[in-house]
């Protein structure tokens, strides 16, 4: 026979979860370097330097 579980477990469990899940998005959004578009992009350039000139 399943026995109720308190309501400290089930908040403990849903927290230890919410931390895991954190930490694969931490995890996935560091996973590799962005890169750069166009021989001209600096070191903090993220848009298209098609972008950039249509600016101007």
């Known amino acids: 026979m399943l026995q109720r579980t308190?309501?400290?477990e089930c908040y403990a469990r849903?927290?230890?979860a919410a931390l895991?899940?954190?930490a694969a998005l931490v995890l996935a959004?560091?996973?590799g370097p962005a890169t750069t578009?166009?021989?001209d992009a600096g070191?903090?350039?993220?848009?298209?330097v098609e972008v950039e000139?249509?600016?101007r």
Do not use: D, Q
């Not at 070191?43 to 298209?48: F, N």
């Open 53 to 55: 000139a249509a600016e």
């Open 20 to 22: 895991a899940a954190v």
């Open 29 to 31: 959004a560091n996973a």
């Open 43 to 48: 070191p903090g350039t993220t848009a298209p």
């Open 14 to 16: 849903g927290f230890i």
């Open 37 to 39: 578009v166009g021989p």
């Open 6 to 8: 308190r309501p400290t």
